[in-house]
């Protein structure tokens, strides 16, 4: 079993910035990719950043050149580097580790962006 832990997340104004880390730990052998996703009530979970073991990280249009994503392979850790947030950036965000064809979700955690 791996488990994934974010960091808390917070509240922040409109324009500032925020880092989001997400560990995985436990029956870990070799992770793929790493990723958050995000989520508000009544609206699906959607994809925010994505970093692969090899090759380039995606980002969803709306957070592209605000936010980059980045990992430590050997912590097994995942970072989320937001600046320039956005009140529509408001939402709980997830952790998602990928190893071996199996995807483990970390518990999400709350950002606020608010004046």
Known sequence: QVQVVESRGGLVQPGGSLRLSCAASGNISRINTMGWYRQVPG??????????FIGSSNYAESVKGRFTIS???????????MNSLKPE?????????????ISYWGQGTQVTVSS
């Open 71 to 81: 990992r430590d392979n050997a912590k097994n850790t995942v970072y989320l580097q």
């Open 89 to 101: 950036d408001t939402a709980v965000y997830y952790c998602k580790v990928s190893q071996r064809g």
């Open 43 to 52: 609206e699906q979970r959607e994809l925010v950043a994505l970093s692969p």
